[in-house]
């Protein structure tokens, strides 16, 4: 317990009541996933509460034990490591706050990558570059997927996760490889691991959508 104290403070928390609330909540997550989770997994967990601002709202502990339960019951579902969850979630949570999705889409979608057998820092990278080239190049993510390009724009700037999603099912109609081969290419997304995103996106649509129903559900559970 005076080691999850010491975390505490090199969260930067400070004063009796965040530092105990923090303890509480790594010491539950601690016994209940701890083995699952490995090294500085809590810690991280108490940073992802701090970088969405869900501490703020729903007090330290809340938003720990909400985190900690998304990741929980999604591994238990599904053939995904929670060590796996946790860690893509930490890489990709500053470009997924600043799109506005949600840390349990977040934990859905890493499920499935991971039940892919992509690798994790590979498949991070690929995911926020996606991300950022559909705020940059919404026409040609919506051509590329038979969307309409005003309603896409529209939904990347509502709600990115939906728009993801929409995507991503509209991708998977296009057939396999040899469709969407050519499709990756006029999006212009280079670099290690995009392409293999985007084939599972495409390939596992339906599944992306059943993993974040399933971590945002337990997320609001906080149990």
């Not at 796996?84 to 889409?105: E, K, N, P, W």
């Amino acid at each position: 317990l005076n080691a999850l104290a010491g975390d505490a403070g090199r969260l930067g928390i400070t004063g009796k009541d965040g530092i105990m609330e923090f303890v509480d909540a790594a010491n539950i997550i601690n016994v209940a996933l701890g083995e699952d989770l490995g090294e500085d997994a809590v810690k991280n967990i108490g940073k992802l509460a701090q970088m969405f601002g869900e501490d703020e709202y729903m007090g330290l502990r809340g938003a720990m034990l909400s985190t900690a339960s998304a990741v929980n019951e999604v591994a238990q579902n599904s053939s995904a490591a929670e060590s796996f969850l946790v860690d893509f979630t930490a890489r990709v949570a500053g470009v997924s706050h600043q799109a506005g999705i949600a840390q349990a889409d977040i934990i859905g979608f890493a499920a499935a990558m991971d039940e892919n057998m992509l690798r994790n820092e590979t498949s991070a990278t690929a995911y926020q570059k996606i991300i950022m080239k559909m705020f940059t190049d919404t026409d040609k993510f919506a051509k590329a997927a038979g969307l309409d390009v005003q309603e896409f724009a529209n939904l990347v700037r509502t709600d990115a996760n939906e728009a993801v999603l929409r995507f991503a099912q509209a991708l998977s109609k296009k057939g396999g490889l040899a469709d969407l081969a050519p499709i990756f290419g006029d999006l212009q997304t280079e670099g290690a691991g995009v392409a293999s995103v985007l084939s599972v996106m495409a390939g596992k649509a339906d599944e992306i959508r059943s993993r974040q129903k399933l971590a945002n559900e337990a997320y609001r559970e906080g149990t």
